[in-house]
């Protein structure tokens, strides 16, 4: 005895710490949709929901709805109507509920319940599982449950009943189950089937209430006597009685209680009237997590009925008021409120500034004063104008700067400056006619120049030589007098000594000492020079030299490098209109501190995440003054109810894929039965259940009100469709066969890898089935056949008929382009028979010339008599020939200009045709040498042209247009182009399709 006490007072290094938690707590009351408030056991089924036991029957949740179970005396497939004590998930998925009134099993198909006959009106205290068996105490006597066979076993301790012992705890480790009892703990082992006594190495000579072994191997008992929590090593050598660390002993000798671990470092102890108890394993260090009213996300009671930990290490605990929640993996904004923030006083909340000092001290503007405040001790100090004694020109603090071991402090009535050595307070004066400026922001520059940001007067004013020098508005400065005027928001001095000053609605103006340049950026500038907004809040620089700037618009990044801005407002990325503080951290991301809530840039700068009350956030009304990045690299933001501080390395990382299960699926606004929708995977609708509702539930329990859903039903929708609504519907589906795809996402995490698929088949009527189709088809294509016999015997009819008209048709043509041939014998050898009578006589040598001509004219004609065309060479060589024994006859009076390229010979023409428009044309104009006939051929596009000068006879022999009527009509069946004619004052003109 005196070893273990010796040994006892070696290793207890415990440390008892009272204070504010770093963990988001979320509650689960009546008023989100419990039965009620009593929680007695907490569960987690196959497909992630949690289930709570009350009073008033079960109680299913998935983060966003509650289904709740209750007993009906006229539904066998109801709860039991006892209180549900226990409940236990077996690795196939099966899910068992313990009453005080007997064992029922979970079926997920149709949310239904089945009583297990062997424990009827049986008292279920406990249950635990191993592959596929029950191990529980009914009675108080402890048995194994085959899940299989439906057959139960009771077990004896040594052949004693083991009612006798009064079990009251089972716990399950390595194949073993410890049961703690009345007497002692007891080990079963599973694989022999027998039971030991358990030996501590200390004498437990009263009832044991619990038994519990954590993830590094340490036994927890806790029981009835004095002394009420021992913590044991694996081989009984460290015997730690915890006790007398807690900073209320436990005084009641049957208090109970539970304990849990989610992970290897941290072992939770659910008390009765003290709390939950957080206990580090690594620092022997006891943390206690107790409700308070000064914060909004605290535990909702003293007193735990039951705990749970979930498939991701969250920590459920039911108490008499509902569950509270929490997941200790995520940490979130640390220290949310400091303990001088009184809220009783909402002027003293309002947060403007902060600012750090060597010393390890940061100090925070209020709207009603300043505090000092010591990290390591966490003590604080506050400068505050109490009644008539005034320390600070008001206690409106504006912005805080520190520079050589002095806070400058900026109210809006004047400047304070403080000693950091000895917090001795100053008032600068030398400008006491400028107090009603109302002073916004202050800093001094690389040349030791003060400056000065007002809300009146001229904007701005500086102090040259460090303060030495005169008190002076902008308008005096060389090259930002025509700044003056201009409501100062924020001054900023950037890392190559540049000066940025931010204005009310004037937008943003940069300086440069170095190089005397000034640019100017507003949101009326479209190219490089583009500001989000004119209202300018907050200025910072990033890692890489980036300028960003808050405004009343959105925020904008300055690359002074590639003179470039980038925007980034409602309407690409941003979920608030307005932005106000801001800090880089180490990561080079920028937190801001958004008019509704806080949102965090990626170094990427492509993803906003988001963060709000459900995140823990305290307060989503962020104020218009700057952040601060700590030396900690832990970041201060103001808001309306005080500072929050958070480490971003913490808070920001990625969250990892969330489940998402289908809640609900209506056919026509009814919920299906027969299908655990999450488990099988299809659904087999009939003909007229085509009208679907889904509802999804994306299990993040953490920040429920962040998740988005997408979904996409595969053979109706063409691309997904993504909502924070969870809830997808489907009207009138034809029949067929779809694929629903879907899945979910915290909204500042990623997408699963693979998405969730149900196939849905809707079963065709029989006048929509193949067969019925087949057989109208069927006689619908032998109707048509038999249409279109008849009417292909009449087509054949109508086509004879057709083609006789045709070959009559072109038979007439044929005659007529003979008739056409023909016509230049009679007339053409009549007047070359005359002409030749002359020449003998008067010019042998050309009347033999004629001759020849004459005969290439007929020789001609012969070689073409059986040809439809020829080509357009052979025409024109011809025409040329004829026009040469016209000239012997008219002399000066006739003239024909040929004017065809060598590309074109190639085409072709109908025989005769130049000669005919040639004699057409000499038929119906009057030729003299004082008014020679001039004809032109030549080719216009798909055409050749025969066009003459007009000079009408008075009165032309046989002229009733029958050859041009000839003409047209045998090109008409020769070409789908027609011939056009062309006649005005000038001249007449005959278009030819060439062929």
Partial sequence: MIKVKLLILLVLVHTVLIGQTEYNFNEITVQHGLNDGHIQSIAQDKHGNMWFGSLGGLNRYNGQSIKKFYHSSTNPNSILSGLAITMSLLSNGRFFIGFENGLMEYNYSNSTFRQIIAFKGENIENIINYKNKLYLTSNKQFYEYDTETDKRMLINFNNVSVKNKGINKLFLYKKNVYIATTQGVYRYNIESKKIFKVDFGIKFDTEIFNIFIDKAGYYWVNKRGN??????????????????????????????????????????????????LEYDLKSNNILIHKPNKNEIKTINSRFFFSGFCDQEGGIWIGSKYGVTYFNTKIKQFKNLTFPFVDIENPKRILAQNATEDSYGNLWLGYQDGLAKYNIKNKSYKLFQNIGEKKILYTNKIRELYIKDNYLWIITSRGINRLNLSNDKIEFITGFEEKLNLAFTSFFIDSENTQWYGCVYGDGLYFIKNNGSGKFQSVKEHPYLSKFGKFFICKMFMDSKNRLWFGTYDKGLYMFDPKTKDIKVFDESNKKNNSLAGNSVFDINEDKIGIIWVTTNQGLTGINLINNTTQNFTIQNGLNSPSVFSLAIDKKNRIWIGASKELLMLDEDRKRFSSYGVANGLPCSEFTEHSGFLSSNNTILLGTQCGFILFDPLELGNEPKPIRCIINEFKIANKQIVNYDINEVKQVKLKPFENTIEIEFAGLNYSNPQ?????????????????????????????????????????????????????????????????????????????????????????????????????????????????????????????????????????????AKQFVDYMSKIYRYLLQVSDNETVLLSQEIDFATTYVKVQQTRFAEGFEVIINVGSEDMHRRIVPVTLQNMIENAMKHNIIDAELPLVIEIYIDEEYVVVKNNLQKKSMVETSNNRGLNQMKALYSYLSDIPIEIEENEKYFLIKIPLL
Avoid: C
């Fill in 706 to 846: 962040n998740v988005v859903y997408a979904y996409f039903l595969e053979g109706i929708e063409k691309e997904w469709t993504y909502s924070t609504t969870r809830v997808a519907k489907y009207l009138n589906l034809p029949s067929g066969t779809y694929y629903l795809k879907y899945k979910a996402k915290d909204i500042n995490g990623i997408w699963q890898n693979n998405e969730n698929v149900i196939k849905i088949q809707i079963a065709t009527i029989f006048y929509k089935s193949w067969w019925f189709k087949s057989i109208i088809t069927f006689l619908i294509v032998f109707l048509f056949y038999l249409l279109y016999r008849y009417r292909r015997h009449q087509e054949l009819k109508i086509l004879e008929l057709n083609s006789r008209a045709q070959n009559l048709e072109r038979e007439k043509s044929v005659v007529q382009y003979e008739n056409l041939k023909q016509q230049l014998n009679p007339h053409f050898l009549f007047n070359s028979l005359a002409s030749l009578n002359s020449l003998v006589t008067n010019n042998p040598k050309m």
């Fill in 227 to 276: 002394e009420h929590v021992f913590k044991i090593s694996t081989d009984k050598k460290q015997v730690v009685n915890l006790d007398k660390h807690f900073p209320n002993p436990l005084k009641n000798d049957r208090i109970r209680i539970d304990f849990l671990a989610n992970d290897t470092l941290k072992t939770w102890i659910l008390t009765r009237n003290i709390g939950i």
